[in-house]
């Protein structure tokens, strides 16, 4: 099946071995059906179903280098600077569908960042990883998985290395050799959409040292494997999922869809040897870890880039239902708020179009202009939200509740006190309001704002690597061979 619809997803995902999770305190017996985490598969199959769309088809598949065959965009190893624009504008497109993080992406960016890595491992030491990587993506690409990128661990004294660690386990290792593979233990914490995935491709998550041979694994596991128990994270507002009033979700800002965080441990999980990527090359891992995180910095540029057009959309549609569009100061608001938006587009668009090939012969973005792409998305995406909230008015957070629209003695203040401008409908009102809180409070804050500062990586890693990649001593000699300088 080399084009999975979205209901062919939630197919899939039922298919699986039962799995661990953990919500609220109690296991759930069927996650693919439960009202919250619906909500986030329901995004993840967007980038199912816009793949079957004639209409999106050109942006949303692409042609396997390793069949031949059509695929779905999110399993492809990208082929030139045009695919890497073709991925933002991807990602713009779904974030403009769903509001929120579709969670996807991090598997496309471990795949073409395990497969370049996997090629120059294989290089320096003779090993076959880069030939298992590939039988692993035609899977990947012939069954349209999508797979957890696996890299953020728990993390622990942030002061000590992976091997110097208390307790052993808080960075994600190998426990035990086999003749036939290895057994890992440890966690994953933050991983976007683990539980709606088929397959986790695990990395490291840092550059580890001579000592920490044991936590430079790379590898992939089936989601159902066992030994794998997920603990879904809670978001902001997430039980006005399960507190529908009989007037209909309103209150939950964005009805359909949602993103998904969870702690995932891993506790004595079998790898069979073809499913090993890396196993103790220490010295692999900055550049699994750098080109990962470049590829993840370019995807905020699409996505978030597509969540700040609703926010855009959001500002105007309030205004309006307000009175006050033409004003000049609420133009002039909403033109900042493009403004920004378009800055980071252009970023992720200009990260792509400098990439270059790998030795492996995928394309990789630019990495510091990648850096610079999501040093603005920790910054933009809340100076927009913060507009948005401006123009919004105090009513996204003070409204009643839908369950006031319903009360037929409580209905006629809220339609009389609540309405805005001549012709609007007050409940329409009311749900834009509420989408707002959403975006900017809400459970899609989680994605748009906490996601847009820490996700792939939180400010101060990007300000790492934009100095180490600044080229300070090339700067001054230009600086000092204009000034004559000669020292
Ligand atoms: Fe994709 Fe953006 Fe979510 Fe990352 S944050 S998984 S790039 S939608
Ligand atoms: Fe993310």
């Known amino acids: 099946m080399a084009l999975m619809t979205g209901n062919d997803y939630r197919e899939s995902l039922r298919k699986r071995k039962p799995i661990t999770v953990f919500l609220y305190g109690e296991r759930v017996d069927n996650p693919v059906d439960h009202p919250i985490i619906k909500a986030s598969i329901n995004s993840v199959a967007l980038t199912y179903d816009l793949a079957n769309d004639p209409q999106y088809r050109d942006l949303m598949t692409a042609k396997s280098i390793l069949t031949g065959n059509t695929i779905n965009r999110f399993c492809h190893l990208h082929q030139s600077t045009e695919d890497l624009q073709t991925k933002v504008k991807m990602l713009r497109l779904i974030g403009q569908k769903c509001g929120t993080c579709f969670q996807r992406c991090v598997g496309m960016d471990a795949l073409n960042s395990v497969f370049l890595t996997t090629h120059e491992i294989d290089k320096k030491h003779g090993t076959n990883y880069h030939e298992r990587f590939i039988e692993y993506v035609k899977l990947a690409e012939g069954k349209d998985w999508t797979i957890d990128g696996a890299m953020t661990d728990p993390k622990g004294d942030r002061s000590k290395r992976p091997s110097e660690q208390v307790d052993p386990d808080i960075y994600v290792h190998v426990v035990q050799r086999r003749e036939d593979g290895v057994v890992i233990r440890g966690a994953k914490a933050h991983q976007t959409g683990a539980i709606n995935s088929h397959g986790h491709l695990i990395m490291p998550t840092l550059n580890m040292r001579e000592d920490d041979h044991d936590y430079a694994i790379c590898c992939a596991v ?266």
Do not use: W
């Not at 820490?454 to 000034?483: T, Y």
């Open 222 to 487: 089936p989601a159902d494997a066992h030994g794998i128990t997920y603990y879904y994270g809670r978001q902001s507002s997430d039980q006005r999922r399960l507190d529908v009033s009989p007037e209909g979700d309103i209150d939950c800002g964005n009805p359909v869809y949602g993103g998904q965080e969870c702690l995932v441990v891993y506790d004595n999980v079998f790898v069979p040897n073809e499913r090993i990527f890396m196993d103790g090359e220490t010295t692999f891992t900055p550049r699994l870890v750098e080109s990962f995180a470049a590829y993840h910095r370019q995807s905020y540029g699409g996505c978030k880039v597509g969540v700040g057009d609703i926010l855009i959309g959001a500002a105007a549609t309030i205004a309006q239902y307000n009175g006050v569009l033409q004003a000049s100061h609420i133009r002039d608001k909403i033109t900042e708020m493009t403004h920004l938006n378009e800055t980071l587009y252009a970023c992720g668009m200009a990260c792509s179009a400098c990439g270059t090939q790998t030795p492996a012969g995928n394309y990789l973005v630019d990495i510091l202009l990648a850096n610079v792409c999501k040093q603005n998305v920790t910054r933009f995406p809340f100076e927009i939200a913060r507009l948005l909230q401006d123009i919004a008015g105090g009513l996204f957070v003070t409204c009643p509740s839908a369950r006031e629209l319903h009360n037929p003695q409580t209905r006629t203040i809220i339609e009389k006190y609540l309405a805005g401008a001549e012709g609007v409908e007050t409940v329409n009102r009311i749900k834009m309001l509420r989408l707002i809180e959403n975006l900017t409070l809400g459970r899609a804050a989680v994605g748009y704002l906490t996601e847009s500062m820490h996700g792939a990586g939180s400010p101060q890693a990007q300000r790492i690597m934009i100095h180490r990649l600044a080229g300070i001593e090339e700067k001054q000699k230009l600086a000092k061979a204009l000034a004559q300088i000669e020292d």
